[in-house]
């Protein structure tokens, strides 16, 4: 709670005492936003944003004069999906290009019900799925850092044979104008995203890129081109952004935090999700519709006030300790501890220890640190130290 300007407000009262009837709801509304205030169920940041090559890049996304730095095409992603109530779209380009968004609260995973729903560009016959993963904020600092794991989502296409995991496209810059983009993966093919006759723009290659080549990593979906007299994308079941109309029913475009799956695909369990990552899960052109991009509109929380379950942490509160003892941290009274991991306050990660109930403090300078304890059913536990 903001308190000095709660005290603010109570002063404004006392000093117009004649004009209290006039401003008394302004001022009940002001103290209603500091003491009651709601968090907001769209995204409330872009973090990063990384489009591969594609038809609409530096032309619709962004406009030629917001592609000339990142910093320009980071803020109009900002524009673009801050605020919009899920109305204007950003386009990622071909098979790997991404966004990562953040909220101004962590999305609970709500038992049993939809977590949150994806708003894309999709149409009947008119798909273009994403794929979308979940982090975790393990350290609280606002942004996902290298040692906070990315989870898949694992749609209804996550056990199809032709799905590849693993997927690494390279993309390399043209060095004439108008010219198609090439491209070379990790199983051996190569091929071109083109430049297809309307797209007016110098390059289709993200121009605020410096690198001559750029490298996408993630899982692919299988093409859904269908050629019936016309172009047809058929849409998969669920479980991907710019995949369904967006006022179909939940089950077709809504997730639930519970089909997050590891890096082996084994289902993990995560109480709240931080940050979601979305990327074109296709490498697909067709004809003169050009490559397949996963275009996104926004992402709604579905249940933005739920609250964490009280007995999770209370179950851990009463239970768990953490102990120090000559130089040493000890966790008691809490088994299948697979891993012991400490960090500063910025995320740096100073030492783990794997299969053990202690691990050593020597040499760590007197602050505030953070413990992550992960457990043999994936669940991670956050506690802070102070040395």
């Not at 962004?62 to 095409?73: L, Q």
């Amino acid at each position: 709670m903001n308190y000095l300007l709660l005290a603010k407000v109570i002063q404004t009262l006392s000093k117009n005492k004649g004009r209290v009837r006039t401003q008394f709801l302004s001022i009940l509304l002001v103290i209603n936003i500091i003491v009651f205030g709601q968090n907001s169920p769209t995204i409330s940041k872009v973090i990063e944003y990384r489009p591969a090559p594609g038809q609409h890049i530096n032309r619709f996304f962004p406009p030629p004069e917001e592609s000339d730095t990142y910093d320009h095409a980071l803020a109009y992603a900002n524009r673009i999906l801050v605020g919009n109530n899920n109305q204007s779209i950003i386009g990622l380009g071909a098979f790997g290009g991404y966004i990562v968004v953040g909220f101004d609260h962590s999305i609970v995973n709500v038992k049993g019900e939809y977590d949150f729903k994806g708003y894309g560009n999709a149409f009947v016959n008119g798909s273009e799925p994403g794929v979308v993963m979940v982090c975790q904020d393990l350290n609280k600092n606002g942004k996902p850092d290298s040692n906070e794991t990315w989870y898949e989502l694992a749609g209804s296409e996550y056990h199809n044979n032709q799905t590849i995991k693993d997927y690494e496209i390279i993309y390399y810059r043209p060095n004439q104008i108008k010219q198609d983009v090439k491209w070379t993966d990790n199983q051996g093919n190569k091929g071109t995203i083109k430049h297809i006759e309307y797209a007016t723009q110098n390059h289709i290659y993200p121009n605020w890129i410096t690198e001559d080549k750029i490298t996408f990593k993630g899982t692919k979906l299988p093409n859904n081109l269908i050629k019936k007299g016309k172009i047809n994308l058929i849409a998969f079941k669920y479980g991907y952004i710019d995949n369904q109309p967006n006022n179909v029913s939940i089950d077709k475009n809504g997730f639930k935090i519970d089909w997050a799956v590891d890096k082996n695909g084994k289902t993990v369990q995560l109480d709240y999700i931080d940050f979601i990552r979305v990327h074109t899960g296709l490498l697909q052109e067709a004809g003169s519709l050009g490559e397949t991009s996963t275009e996104l509109r926004g992402i709604e929380d579905l249940h933005p006030q739920a609250q964490l379950s009280a007995n999770i942490d209370e179950h851990f509160t009463q239970k768990l300790q953490l102990s120090i003892n000559h130089k040493k941290l000890t966790i008691s009274n809490i088994k299948n501890v697979v891993e012991i991991v400490l960090l500063d306050l910025t995320g740096k990660k100073y030492r783990s220890i794997k299969n053990q109930n202690s691990i050593s403090l020597d040499n760590m300078e007197n602050g505030i640190y953070i413990v992550h304890l992960k457990l043999s059913n994936n669940q991670i536990i956050t506690k802070k130290i102070i040395l």
